[in-house]
């Protein structure tokens, strides 16, 4: 018995709900039943329907309506389909349309009576929901300028239409895998789609001369794809897709379903065991991994526009939080067909492209209504914004979210505007991570948090450091369970550091390698924007406790609490701690002796707990200074 089946038993003993629900019918029996659910009305729909066998073709009922997901491959429309979808969004579901990180849309508000005519008038122009939901691979994700921008090598919606004829509308793939499997085919130098953030990630590489995939395996919410040690040539895509699939459904997990997707049987098993049976499948013998050939972020950096290599333009429209709607959805068909060649590329950070504008024709596209009425939101902090559904449409969801982005995104560009410089804000309502928080430059994750008063308000966890471009690296926790109301500030201070010492067109991803990361742990930077909340915001002192551009504390937690605590001393009254400081240690054989209040005896403005958290962090003995910056935080939230 092979490593895998000795796992897939193991887990396998007792089946999950939906297991037992899946066992019921077969998905198409809903399906070709659709037009009689739709006449039936709530009062005659399955349980197991609403539950699950509708999400396969991609409608979700939300009690009184349906959200429909709609499947796009490779985020590509035609002038057709994105003309019907902006028509259905209009007719069928209150003129509302979501733009997603898969590159696809979702339409909602949707009446039960409707649902079989709007699959219907999608399918007319080649549009289909299939798959959309639980259980199966969901829509495939490329770069959004594939086949047009210059730094594209492989044009891979070829390959992905290929892919789709292996699972597609196949009744035979329809709900046979344990859990949801998403799929990212990268051809160019750029990510722009997050390549490593899927179940199966296609990144373009070059092994002797020969241009393919590197393959990595395994991500999730919180977890970046594993290294596969594998190199897949342009014809062998659809071989080792199809194996790896079949792979997943024989021995992946059905008992637990918090703990089935592919990880989690990478995890148990190993990655070259799961390899090793991925070949057995394909009775081949795929390479070894060469070369990973992504160097960089989106190639429009800091541009709503960029030449394509066929010397026309495409410019993207920026779309505050993926909020978009039917009619703006038609007027962008029909500014594409005007102005370019009727094609709409959507992209993962929600916003949309219209494609292969010739020059001369750009200042007539750019002065119609559609582009001036988004013209407002392209400014650095809506341009790589990404915000999941909140309360207002998703039952996970722990704060209103899409809004909240938006509010906090204006304010920054009030209270921080920087020029030539990229800093990437992703925002989830909630810990499944549907914005994918865990990989931005500064990601937001929806909770309940308490005011000053102790009242139950909307919060965030703030995380720092993501990193999305030659590798991908999961973000740290920042603060926790912070007000909105307070939040946006610690991000000020983050930005405000940014923009003082970052290097010309220096990305806030650069930017955190090199200085941030570099230089100060982050629990010191956690220290940093809440003692500058305190300090401005809640004191009103207008004083910046700023960070230094080359600190000597070697990122050690007990040098910077020291450090840091000199700095205040100073900032706030005018006088030195002590005299002079060697390797942290005051040099004088009587340093200065100060009192718990001593910052407010010299300055009245500073409230004595912050006096008393200055000295314990500067004490002239060490072993009874503070030695970790999380007390000190705690002791903050005494400051009034």
């Not at 979501?98 to 009446?111: G, K, N």
């Not at 590197?214 to 290294?227: E, K, P, R």
């Not at 505007?417 to 499944?432: G, Y």
Request: aromatic share 10%; net charge negative.
């Amino acid at each position: 018995m092979s490593i895998l089946e000795k796992a897939s038993q193991a887990r396998n003993t007792k089946l999950n709900k939906v297991e037992t629900t899946k066992a019921l019918k077969m998905p198409m029996d809903v399906y070709t039943k659709l037009e009689e659910i739709a006449a039936a009305g709530y009062e005659g729909l399955a349980k197991e329907d609403s539950a699950y066998f509708l999400k396969c073709f991609g409608l979700f009922d939300k009690g009184e309506d349906f959200m429909l997901r709609v499947r796009i491959p490779a985020g590509q429309l035609n002038y057709e389909q994105a003309l019907r979808i902006g028509e259905v969004a209009q007719k069928y579901g209150n003129d509302y349309i979501d733009l997603t990180t898969r590159m696809q849309v979702e339409l909602r508000y949707l009446q039960i009576a409707d649902i079989a005519k709007v699959l219907q008038e999608l399918k007319e122009v080649g549009i289909s929901t299939f798959q959309t939901g639980v259980d199966n691979p969901r829509n495939i994700v490329t770069d959004p300028l594939d086949g047009i921008a210059y730094d594209n090598i492989i044009e891979t919606k070829p390959i992905i239409d290929a892919l789709q004829t292996i699972f597609g509308e196949d009744p035979d793939w329809i709900s046979v895998l344990p859990r949801k499997f998403n799929t990212g085919i990268l051809g160019s130098l750029s990510n722009s789609c997050n390549i490593f953030g899927h179940d199966c990630c296609f990144v373009l590489a070059q092994k002797d001369g020969v241009f393919g995939f590197n393959i990595y395996l395994g991500a999730c919410v919180g977890v970046q794809a594993q290294d596969a040690n594998l190199f897949v040539q342009i014809d062998e895509v659809g071989l080792f897709y199809k194996s790896l699939l079949t792979v997943f459904k024989t021995y992946g997990y059905r008992d637990n379903r918090n703990k089935n997707r592919l990880v989690f049987l990478i995890n148990d098993v190993g990655i070259e065991n799961l390899v090793n049976a991925i070949k057995e499948e394909a009775d081949a013998q795929f390479a070894p991994a060469g070369t990973t050939m992504v160097q960089s972020q989106n190639i429009a950096l800091g541009s709503n526009k960029v030449l394509g290599r066929n010397g026309k333009y495409n410019y993207k429209i920026i779309v505050p939080s993926g909020i978009f709607s039917g009619t703006d959805m038609i007027a962008a068909a029909q500014a594409a067909k005007v102005f370019g060649t009727g094609d709409i590329r959507l992209t993962y950070d929600q916003n949309v492209y219209i494609v292969n504008i010739a020059k001369d024709l750009l200042e007539d596209f750019e002065a119609t209504e559609l582009i001036t009425n988004y013209a407002k939101f392209n400014n650095l902090y809506f341009n790589d914004m990404i915000a999941c559904a909140g309360t207002a449409t998703c039952s996970f969801g722990v704060i209103p979210n899409k809004p909240d982005a938006i509010e906090m995104a204006h304010f920054l560009s009030s209270e921080v505007a920087i020029t030539n410089a990229n800093v990437r804000m992703n925002w989830s309502a909630c810990p499944k991570g549907c914005g994918v928080h865990g990989i931005a430059d500064i990601g937001f994750e929806g909770c309940k948090a308490k005011d000053e008063e102790g009242n139950r308000v909307d919060g965030v966890h703030i995380f720092v450091g993501g990193k999305i471009t030659r590798m991908a690296k999961e973000a740290h926790t920042l603060h926790k369970a912070l007000p909105l109301t307070e939040a946006k500030h610690h991000v000020k201070y983050l930005l405000k550091t940014y923009a003082a010492y970052k290097q010309r067109g220096e990305t806030y991803e650069t930017f955190d390698d090199r200085f941030l990361s570099a230089n100060y742990s982050f629990q010191a930077l956690g220290f940093y924007t809440k003692i500058n909340y305190i300090l401005n915001e809640k004191l009103g002192l207008d004083l910046w406790f700023e960070l230094e551009s080359a600190p000597k504390t070697f990122k050690k937690e007990e040098f910077e609490i020291f450090a840091f605590g000199l700095k205040l001393f100073k900032l706030l009254t005018g006088e030195k701690r002590y005299e002079s400081v060697e390797n942290f240690e005051p040099v004088l054989a009587k340093p200065r002796n100060i009192t718990r209040d001593e910052v407010t005896k010299l300055n009245p403005k500073v409230p004595p707990k912050l006096s008393e958290v200055i000295y314990t962090m500067t004490h002239q003995e060490k072993r009874e200074r503070a030695q970790v910056f999380s007390e000190l935080i705690v002791a903050l939230k005494e400051v009034h």
